[in-house]
């Protein structure tokens, strides 16, 4: 009996002894496949395989871990008590499921740091039971910072500077996300902005840089994102000036700007002033002038960075215009002396229509023989006209005129074998002339006698003196009323010259809203025959429009009536010798009309109408007083008033009577009635 229970008793400690043995050889064949399962050993009979867990820093996670028997490796049965604590702070207790697995919702992580992982951290325990022992697990605990963001940073618009840096404004800046009440505060010493790029825009982001955590609590639990914000770059400005050549008359305002230079360019960035266009505030001849630019604009790549003024002003000169005068002179029979006349002077170069001409000079022949082709000098040519200023001419031209001798080419003077004398005129600073209506043979050359016989002292009787008696007129012509202005534009004559020229009776009409009436036509080449046939190098159809200019007129000569039309064709005729066939022509055809200058001269017409102003006026017209002058144009030209003054042209005609010794018929001595009614020239 004694051996059998030393038997029994050997075999219950062999049991123990096997049962640990065979517990430990289960916890090493299972060691390397499951990490987190921890045994106890002894007498514990269950195990718990324990979840990593993390979580952020005063946040909560939830914990898993399952339990096993030992021996069959199954996991327990429902309803067994598990404990759960998290770096040594007891965060709650739940029981297994019917998997054997305890989970732990909503653990609380407040008051565990974030500055370190836990590898133990995790630990979950079963109190000692009736089936199971005491036994548990540990796993890995990770907590992560608490992520804040910024509120209250601001970042500041600018202009463009090339940089893209700018000022933020953080006085207002907190931290959100903060866990409870903890004291965490941003420092913003450091804090910078950053454009994405230096580039102007609108809405640009800003990147905010240099924000840091501060306060009393732990500042590692938390991480922080660095806020963005929104402003502009808005485009610097320049200040644009130029410089504009200098320009030769051209009768235009158009200026060339020469270069655009722009101050406030940031650096050596590529921004260039270009575009605009320029104009003179007038096109007359000066220096420093004022030229403004418009429309000015930037280039080259930086360009959209900045903005520059439209406009900007300089100055300039614009010089006179060289023209070229050409003069025509006269043949003449040998007188034995070198002067010669001048019977025609034009211009090459004058802008448009402009009111410029020739006027003035002398001329002399080389020499006083007879020859032909001979050189003739030109000396004292001028300007004249309203655009005149805008000009320079040549005061000498060259140019070949003839000297012929007075008959079988005797190189010796031809005296005049009869002269016939005009009326004498008043007494002035006590002599009195009188004119040569006539001397043969043609261009002969006075005798002293010939000569004496146009003058006489005052009081001594003259053997040939008559005074006409009737009609009785004044002695000094009339004062005009209404001196003579143009009141058109050179541009509405410019305009009725194309249209005239153009030998369109529909564009002629239009204007003047007539319809054709070849009755009224038929009429006029009948009445006018005189004025219309005198000039046989004209064609048919430059007759027809002379004589559609008479019957319908143009919009500035409608005042005129078709016999004062076509008075001035006639005296177009009698100043240049021929009836208007271009534009120009019929340009100072209308200028005449409405008492303006023609633009082309003629010295002789001229230089009759200076003899008429003596004989009307008994002295040489001053040419640099207004009233003479226009004396002289009328005379030459007959020019005609914008207001009609006939009680002073009855005046005029009785004077005219008075010096002429019969009444006005032809072209010339209308002119010379208008001028003494109108000119203002006194005697």
Known sequence: MKLIKKLKKSMKVFKKVFSGFLFLAIVLSMGAAAPNRVLA????????????ASGTYGGTITITAGMYNNFSNTPVPAGKSVTFTLAGKYVGATTTNSSG???????????????????????????????????????????????????GVTASSKIYNGYTTTTI????????????????????????????????????????????????????NYSLTQPTATADITAKDLAGSITASNKVYDGTTTATIASCSLSGIIGSEDVGCAGGTATFNNGNVGDGKTVTATGLSLTGADAGNYTVNSTATTTADITVKDLVASVTVGNKNYDNTTAATITGCSLSGVVGLEDVSCAGGTATFNDSNVGNGKTVTATGLSLTGADAGNYTVNSTAATTANITSSGGGILSASYCTGVVYGDWKACASGWQYRDILSQSPANCVLTSSQQTERSLACGTAPTTLIIP??????????????????????????????IVSSNNIGSLLSPVNATANSVSEAASLTKYETVLNQDNKISAAEKTTINDYIVYGTPTSLRLGSGERAGVVNSFYQAYGKLPNSEAEW???????NGRWPSERSLSAENQAKLEFERVYGRNPALTDS???????????????????????????????????????????????????????KR
């Open 41 to 52: 050993l002894g007498n514990s009979n269950a195990h718990f395989i324990v979840s990593s």
């Open 587 to 593: 340009s100072d055809v209308i200028k005449v009309a």
């Open 169 to 220: 404004n953080a006085k207002g800046a907190a931290p959100v996300g903060v866990v409870g009440g903890e004291n965490i505060t941003i420092a913003t010493s450091s804090a910078t902005g950053t454009f994405a790029d230096k580039n102007v825009g609108i809405g640009k982001t800003v990147t905010i840089a240099g924000l840091a955590l501060a306060g009393t609590a732990t500042t590692s």
């Open 469 to 498: 008696t009737t009609p009785i007129a004044p002695i000094t012509p009339i004062v005009p009323i209404t001196p003579i202005t143009p009141i058109v534009s050179l541009e509405n004559i410019a305009n009725e010259a194309e």
């Open 101 to 151: 697995m305890a989970i732990l919702h909503n653990a609380d992580l407040s008051g565990i740091d974030a500055s370190s992982t836990y590898s133990t951290g995790v630990v979950v325990s079963h109190p000692d039971g009736q089936t199971y022992n005491l036994c548990s697990g540990t796993g890995v605990l990770t907590i992560n910072q608490q992520p804040l963001t910024v509120s």
């Open 627 to 681: 009233y003479d002058q226009n004396a002289v144009m009328v005379i030459a030209y007959g020019l005609i008033p914008s207001q009609r003054n006939l009680a002073g042209e009855i005046i005029a005609t009785k004077t005219f009577s008075y010096y002429y010794n019969h009444t006005p018929v032809s072209a010339l001595a209308w002119n010379i009635v208008r001028a003494i009614a109108y000119s203002g020239a």
